[in-house]
């Protein structure tokens, strides 16, 4: 366990240095960043020692898996659990009773889902929109003509708090422009919603690209965790 947690420590060192040297080529203030460490495929023994050294958001993508390791966690409290994958509308009173941040909704079915199950739960969700940058990828997503409306709903909905916007850059593409997207998209959503301030952007190959563009939570795994685990 020595031996991993020395690991983690190494990557996570890097990861950060990546972040201030991102930061102070956008002239940005690194601290305004947010990093999220993605740690599905991996035992609930790696997020335990992420708490340790200092990680207070983790991202999660499948319902199932997530759920179990949350309830596992040693310090709980100590940690912002960001819902990270798509979502059916079937799952969405689960991932309500132990998710913190939902990052994925794209639309309205969901919003309503989370919005019924997280009063069920006493709860209250900060949720990002997830915007669609390209038509083909396949990897969930609203267009953006559609975010306002969304955006919307999301603001009248008694159990949820609109943060902002997400995306994933799309696969084979220029991850900066993408990103220059989003932010257009999520500075229309902020006027009329001024408390939408988050924009997820960014994994451990683009995340250099995100910050340059605003992004204000970077969702990062390989490049702290390694690569995925083998499930079978």
Do not use: C
């Amino acid at each position: 366990m020595t031996g991993r947690r020395e690991e983690l420590a190494a990557r996570l060192a890097e990861v950060h240095a990546r972040i201030e040297r991102a930061a102070t080529a956008a002239g940005r203030d690194a601290a305004e960043i947010e990093l999220v460490v993605v740690t599905k495929y991996f035992p609930v023994s790696d997020v335990d020692l992420l708490v340790e050294l200092g990680v207070r958001h983790i991202g999660e993508n499948k319902d199932q898996e997530a759920g179990t390791k949350v309830a596992e966690l040693d310090r709980r409290d100590d940690v912002t659990v960001h819902f990270i994958g798509q979502l059916q509308s079937n799952k969405a009173a689960h991932v309500a009773s132990y998710a913190d941040v939902v990052q994925s909704v794209d639309r309205a079915k969901i919003v309503t889902a989370l919005d019924r199950a997280a009063d069920r739960h006493g709860r209250r969700l900060d949720v990002l929109l997830q915007v669609a940058l390209d038509d083909a990828d396949g990897r969930g997503g609203a267009a953006p003509a559609q975010v306002p409306e969304l955006a919307d709903l999301v603001a009248q909905a008694g159990s949820l708090r609109l943060r902002g916007v997400m995306a994933v850059a799309p696969l084979g593409a220029e991850a900066r422009p993408a990103f220059a997207r989003l932010r257009e998209v999520a500075d229309g959503i902020r006027a009329g919603h001024p408390e939408a301030t988050w924009i997820s952007a960014g994994m451990s190959a683009d995340l250099e690209e995100a910050v340059a563009e605003g992004a204000t939570h970077l969702r990062v795994g390989t490049a702290i965790l390694g690569s995925r685990p083998s499930l079978g």
